[in-house]
């Protein structure tokens, strides 16, 4: 069992930043790929990135390439997301969630642990 907690979210002017942070406790933590998932109001959850167990390989959806970046820090059980030149439609609630396999995947349902997400308002 492993728990994710997220946090971080709030508000943010278009063109701005935010970082997310992902806590994870219970198993070791770099079993883990871990991913980054958002849901918009009305719309399907959908995959932004994801980071390997070691942190050597990250994938990102090309609606966030270049303005995102995924890492993590072992020792510290938490994985990132950095979030530059926000835009509206970056509005969503973020999730992150964990798998067992060594590189992250882009299917949801992957996925074995999910945390609570964390909400990310993008609006002037």
């Known amino acids: 069992q492993v728990q994710l907690v997220e946090s971080g979210g709030g508000l943010a002017q278009p063109g701005g930043s935010l970082r997310l942070s992902c806590v994870a406790s219970?198993?070791?933590?770099?079993?883990?790929?871990m991913g980054w998932f958002r849901q918009a109001p009305g719309k399907q959850r959908e995959f932004v990135g994801g980071i390997s167990r070691s942190g050597a390989n990250i994938y990102y959806s090309d609606s966030v390439k270049g303005r995102f970046t995924i890492s993590r820090n072992n020792p510290k059980n938490t994985v990132y997301l950095q979030m530059n030149s926000l835009k509206p439609e970056d509005t969503a609630v973020y999730y992150c969630?964990?798998?067992?396999?060594?590189?992250?995947?882009?299917?949801?349902?992957?996925?074995?642990?999910w945390g609570q997400g964390t909400q990310v308002t993008v609006s002037s």
């Open positions: 969630a964990a798998d067992l396999r060594v590189l992250p995947r882009t299917d949801e349902n992957e996925y074995d642990y």
């Open positions: 219970g198993r070791t933590f770099d079993a883990y790929s």
